[in-house]
């Protein structure tokens, strides 16, 4: 039994995935922090799928990018999960989680998440049948650099994210073959992460627990201040 967390933007999702069937997904996006609801979550969850903690084998986690903060509350606790239960852990890059929500889509998927100040998480992923392929890697950059890439393509493209969803209106704009993935594919969900996990976990390629960390792809505003008022990197 694989116990998925996603917590990488306000959408807090856990989910139960044993063999072929999800057992259990509670995905909610609410006013709480993920520090509130996080563990009652999932202590929730276990309770109403008849599910013990010696059953679960095994721990996911989104590692980003996307919120600092939530990436850390998700991953300080996947981290104890999977040290107190004994149990391997595995870390899925955020976009790739939610391509997985695409499986078998014969279109091009663009993962937005946003970066803040005009700019985002870019991504974009292709499937074949089962395989899925990342056409380009993760990079920070102005949406308009994303839209016009996309666009030079040619053909249909699939946004999805937070950041599809904070520009969804530029994005239409931009061109009659761009598409707003549906409500319940274009945010990230626990059921799609452990199912990107899975297969990683069959393999026996896990992370270590001790030092597995966020991928969160550029500095926090928080380092960059301090770089700029004290003229040294900030140790975190």
């Known amino acids: 039994m694989l116990l998925a967390i996603e ?7 856990v989910a139960l995935l044993h063999e072929d069937s999800l057992r259990a997904e509670l995905t909610i996006q609410a006013k709480l922090t993920h520090s509130e609801q996080l563990m009652p979550h999932i202590a929730d969850m276990l309770e109403k799928a008849s599910v013990k903690k010696n059953q679960i084998d095994g721990v996911a986690v989104s590692i980003g990018p996307g919120s600092f903060t939530g990436l850390r509350i998700g991953l300080a606790s996947a981290k104890a999960l999977s040290f107190g239960w004994q149990v391997p852990i595995v870390g899925i890059e955020t976009p790739q989680a939610l391509a997985w929500n695409f499986i078998g889509m014969s279109y091009p998927v663009c993962v937005l998440i946003d970066a803040q100040k005009g700019n985002v998480y870019a991504s974009t992923y292709l499937w074949h049948e089962w395989d899925l392929e990342e056409c380009s890697p993760i990079s920070v950059m102005p949406l308009t650099d994303v839209l016009a890439t996309c666009k030079s393509q040619s053909g249909p493209v699939v946004f ?7 520009y969804q209106e530029q994005i239409k704009n931009a061109c009659p073959a761009f598409y ?6 274009r945010i990230p969900r ?4 452990a199912m990107a996990a899975v297969r990683r976990l069959d393999a026996g390629d896990c992370d270590d627990c001790m030092t597995l960390t966020p991928a969160y792809k550029r500095r926090s505003e928080a380092e960059v201040l301090w770089e700029k008022r004290h003229g040294e990197k900030l140790c975190l």
Do not use: E, N, Q
Not at 7 to 13: D, E, G, H
Not at 160 to 166: R, S
Not at 180 to 185: D, F, I, S, V
């Open 7 to 13: 917590t990488s933007s306000l959408v807090s999702s």
């Open 160 to 166: 999805c994210g937070d950041g599809a969803i904070l």
């Open 180 to 185: 707003l993935a549906p409500p319940t594919m």
């Open 190 to 193: 626990a059921g799609s992460l």
